[in-house]
């Protein structure tokens, strides 16, 4: 991308009286800002234009250019907070921020429970200049897939280098990660290397859609533009593949035009006298880009790329576009006219580990008649022992389960496997992925639903008390209601409503006339007052 980018400007400055000074980015930000800060203090640099896809290095020099008052321009694709979202996220670790994504990634999370879905791994790549071994590197993360530790085949990447591509889609497709069951989709910052990919990894490609800068190819002005940039960069790289200029080439060029047209504005209007930095940023600020791009959605084929959706003019909510998409695209092994599972089905030779606990007395649920079982926080690897491979189990809850599996439309290979833990550590092995799943009589509480979902419950929960009842308790007559109320209860009410009738009639007798009287109406007069009151 830098050459490409490094021959639209060139072309941009062929008839303008303007000094380039090129500085080539080396995956550490805080030198690439030094070296920002010394363009401006040494070679006292009118503007600068960052051209690469890393958004701290960026806002480093942004920082930068604002104290020092030089206009920067940045010719990155959408930043974090603006880039697509989607289930297992790929990207690039950063050396300066231990959260270079966390601006994509909580958009993304917030999108995806919004639809009820989630971020089931993040498959995180260190950073490029950091290891020696690339693809072992990526390797030995996606076996994690084809071991069947993680089923999700939904993977969006979001932002990697270049060369990380080129290696991640191999080992991918080597690893059967490029199966009619998976779907890549990419965001803008990997679409834009496209145009500068070759065959072999645009083939290891294909499948992946993606959201893509757009812009019109149809006018003079681009095919001026692609005459001249195709002559001048295999002139300069005999050795790189080249197609069509990317939208990035195109922001490059159109970056420094705009410079070059603000500061002969400037020139025009104001002559001989000092062009300041303020007075040359607002210029540079009301000047209009040429390049309009809007987005689109992109789709690999046949070793290419073609849009099969424009966001800027097709109806996305439609229905009938949904299902023109679904029949257009051409997914990750071939498949077309259908959407990818998404997730990888259990075989016989992976079946899913579901965990069952046994240790509890409610036997009616679950119900286990071997002598093995796994305890505390053992974590089986994916190769599960025969000797653990268990049938000796019965009660409520195994039967709903497999009741549940004979009404599913596709075979799902299990192993059940006796759990002698407690309820909270079975929770948090299935966390951890140790077991896919677990059956049985657990509680749904607050803090356990933070780690795993859980089924609809198929028992009501709550604290009840069963004792034996004596003969007595079965009359159903209308009276029943008493039967609570033994005589010590009946006395101790008794001298609470003499209690209170004295009291009442204390308070009551000097300034209420009722109260007054034969004793009898004052008596009744009490009750009738202490009746009330309860």
Same mark, same amino acid.
């Given at each position: ?25 080396? +995956? ?22 960052? !051209? ?50 966390? !601006? ?13 879905? +989630? ?32 089923? $999700? ?133 009301? $000047? ?48 077309? !006219? ?183 109406? +004052? ?12």
């Amino acid at each position: 991308m830098g050459k490409e980018q490094k021959t639209a400007i060139e072309i941009a400055v062929e008839d303008a009286k303007i000094s380039l000074h090129l500085i080539d980015y080396n +995956q550490r930000p805080l030198q690439t800002a030094f070296e920002a800060e010394a363009l401006i203090k040494e070679k006292k640099v009118e503007a600068i234009i960052v !051209g690469i896809e890393d958004w701290q290095t960026t806002t480093l020099v942004a920082k930068i250019g604002s104290l020092a008052q030089v206009p920067v321009l940045s010719l990155a694709a959408s930043p974090p907070i603006t880039s697509p979202s989607a289930v297992i996220v790929v990207y690039e670790d950063h050396v300066t921020t231990s959260c270079g994504n966390c !601006g994509t990634i909580s958009l993304l999370t917030t999108y995806l429970q919004n639809i009820g879905s +989630q971020i089931e791994h993040h498959l995180v790549l260190p950073p490029l200049g950091s290891i020696t071994d690339p693809r072992g590197t990526i390797s030995e993360e996606l076996l994690k897939f084809a071991n069947g530790r993680f089923y $999700s085949r939904v993977f969006i990447v979001l932002r990697v280098s270049l060369p990380y591509v080129s290696l991640l889609f191999e080992e991918a497709k080597g690893n059967g990660l490029m199966r009619n069951d998976s779907a890549w989709i990419l965001s803008e910052a990997i679409t834009s290397f496209l145009p500068s990919l070759d065959n072999s990894t645009m083939l290891n490609m294909e499948g992946a859609i993606g959201i893509m800068a757009k812009f019109d190819n149809s006018t003079k002005g681009f095919e001026v533009f692609d005459a001249k940039f195709g002559i001048k960069f295999l002139q300069a790289f005999e050795k790189e593949r080249y197609y069509e200029p990317s939208s990035q080439n195109l922001i490059a060029y159109d970056a420094i035009t705009t410079i070059i047209k603000a500061k002969q504005s400037l020139s025009n209007n104001i002559g001989d006298h000092i062009v300041t930095s303020k007075s040359f940023l607002n210029e540079i600020l009301r $000047s209009n880009f040429s390049v309009n791009t809007s987005t689109r959605l992109v789709n690999i084929a046949s070793s290419n790329y073609q849009e099969v959706l424009d966001f800027s003019s097709d109806d996305i909510e439609d229905e009938d576009t949904a299902k023109t998409l679904a029949s257009v695209i051409k997914w990750p092994g071939d498949l077309t !006219g259908a959407i990818p599972k998404g997730w990888a089905m259990p075989t016989s030779s992976k079946p899913m580990r579901i965990g069952v606990p046994i240790a509890h007395n409610y036997y009616n649920y679950i119900s286990y008649n071997g002598s093995r079982a796994l305890d505390g926080d053992f974590c089986l690897t994916r190769h599960v022992p025969n000797s653990l491979h268990n049938t000796n189990f019965s009660g409520l809850s195994v039967r709903l389960f497999d009741e549940v599996q004979q009404n599913l439309d596709y075979r799902l290979p299990h192993v059940f496997i006796p759990y002698n833990g407690s309820f909270d550590n079975l929770i948090k092995l299935v966390h951890n992925k140790c077991f896919d799943a677990a059956i049985g009589d657990i509680t749904i509480l607050g803090r356990r639903m933070e780690l795993v979902d859980f089924t609809l419950p198929f028992e009501e929960s709550g604290l009840s008390i069963i004792r034996p009842a004596s003969k007595s308790y079965n009359s159903h007559g209308p009276w029943i209601f008493l039967k609570p109320f033994t005589s010590k209860m009946w006395l101790v009410t008794f001298f609470i409503f003499v209690y209170n009738m004295i009291i009442i009639w204390a308070l009551e007798r000097g300034n209420n006339p009722e109260f007054r009287g034969t004793w009898t109406n +004052q008596l009744c007069a009490i009750a009738w007052f202490t009746i009330n009151s309860l």
